[in-house]
């Protein structure tokens, strides 16, 4: 009997728990994902942004319907291709290099900032070879 009492208060807490966050809208992606692009690619032009806008709704609303990584990745293709006949050839560059420096689980920081770069001029800006030295283990108590 406790037992039973245990597990219908964990499905309770759990039910209530979930039921605190509402699902967002494709209007709320669409408006989150093209505030985010237009800060990130300083855009000012509002026919743009209104362009920008309905392009991250139309595929935030097939996204919804979708079921499959496969359909998902198939529209993030699409998004791009629509992307670089909006932007600008240097925008669209920007926007690039932000998706391969993407790093979900440190959005804050890309991965080029992790190494650090070159400093002098004369050379490239490419990120330098991170050190090939092995990580020392710690000591073993037996």
């Known amino acids: ?12 807490v759990g039910a209530k ?3 605190q966050y509402p699902r967002r809208t494709a209007e709320d ?10 800060r990130e690619l300083s855009i000012q032009d509002s026919i743009i942004r209104d362009t920008l ?7 935030a609303r097939k996204r919804e319907i979708s079921n499959t990584r496969a359909e998902a990745m198939q529209y993030m293709q699409e998004i ?7 932007l600008t050839t240097e ?3 920007r ?8 790093d979900p689980h440190r959005p804050h920081k890309p ?3 992790i190494i650090p770069h070159k400093t002098d001029s004369t050379q490239s800006h490419e990120p330098t070879e991170a050190p090939n030295t092995p990580i020392p283990l710690p000591k073993s108590p037996l």
């Open 1 to 12: 009997m406790k037992y039973f009492v245990l597990i219908v208060v964990f499905i309770c």
């Open 17 to 19: 728990l979930f039921a």
């Open 29 to 38: 992606i669409a408006r989150k994902q093209t505030e985010m692009l237009v």
């Open 53 to 59: 806008y309905h392009l991250h709704l139309k595929y």
């Open 80 to 86: 791009n291709a629509e992307l670089q006949n909006i």
């Open 91 to 93: 925008q669209y560059q």
């Open 95 to 102: 926007f690039m290099n932000q998706q391969v420096n993407y």
């Open 111 to 113: 991965y080029n900032s």
